[in-house]
């Protein structure tokens, strides 16, 4: 079962994408997905070899289809072969730079690692068509990710600022995801200002009160400041904390390891006083 809802979430990602991109008044690319999608691939999970099969046989029937190379993707995206799943996406953007651009930006930040890379895509898809969003953020806010991850944290603090200081215009400060202030909080934690950082992750912890790795960093600030009981009282909570399961929740989670997700058998020996 806890395959079925990403998948679902893929089909009608792809079935959004193909939409935009005008293809569906196509008939003949519309024939190719009922046959080798309705009919084919999408019987499939995407980890079983009948998906490729059935998307390398529409690719010989249309080899500029754009959806066809994002699906081809796909399973390369999850089994970690990058170089492989890059590739594909590069066929992708080809074709349909407006709604693959960005994407392959944010792909290559979350899954890939791939930094300035990544920064070329989103700055690159900003210029060209706007502040775009990838799975409920801004491009923006990956474009921090990138910055902070290069260890440009003024770069990082000011993309998030914007993006903060946008959705507090448009919707509210309520809106701000606990994600984002989460990072906030790691960027003014490695500026080492420990107030700041303690102010951001306090408000990612109100919205998210079980948030184990925001737990840990602020723990870690109180630990910068000489406060090693409230750390030690903080962190011990964090990893309870995780140990239930309360991380980092976003969907690509579940594959890939965020920027500053705390990795706890490194992470507890920093907790002071720590004992197996």
């Known amino acids: 079962m806890k395959y079925i809802v ?42 079983l070899p009948g998906w490729d099969d059935c998307i390398n046989k529409a690719l010989q029937q249309d080899s500029t ?23 594909c996406y590069d066929k992708a953007v080809l074709y349909d730079r407006r709604n ?59 993309l998030l600022k914007t993006d903060f200081d946008k959705t507090t215009a448009t919707r509210g400060e309520s809106w701000i995801p606990f994600l984002e202030l989460f990072y906030m909080g790691i960027i003014q934690y490695e500026q080492r200002d420990y107030k700041s950082a303690i102010h951001y992750l306090d408000k990612a912890i109100a919205q998210y009160p079980q948030f184990s790795d925001a737990g840990y960093y602020k723990g870690l600030c109180y630990l910068q400041n000489g406060d090693t009981a409230q750390a030690k009282v903080l962190m011990l909570a964090a990893k309870a904390d995780h140990k239930k399961g309360y991380s980092i929740n976003e969907d690509d989670s579940f594959y890939e390891t965020y920027p500053y997700q705390v990795n706890w058998h490194m992470a507890k020996w920093t907790i002071p006083g720590y004992t197996e």
């Open 6 to 47: 990403p998948f679902i979430i893929l089909l009608l990602a792809g079935s959004t994408i193909y939409a935009r991109s005008g293809a569906s008044t196509d008939d003949r690319q519309q024939t190719i997905v009922h046959q080798y999608l309705e009919n084919g691939a999408y019987k499939y999970h995407y980890t």
């Open 65 to 87: 289809m754009a959806l066809l190379w994002q699906l081809k993707a796909l399973p390369y995206w999850k089994t970690k072969k990058y170089e492989l799943a890059v590739a």
């Open 100 to 158: 693959y651009l960005s994407r392959r930006g944010f792909l290559k930040c979350i899954f890939q690692k791939n930094y300035r890379s990544a920064l070329a895509d989103l700055e690159a898809a900003e210029q060209e068509f706007g502040i775009e969003y990838q799975n409920d953020h801004s491009c923006r806010f990956y474009m921090a990710l990138c910055h902070l991850q290069l260890g440009h944290y003024q770069q990082a603090e000011n």
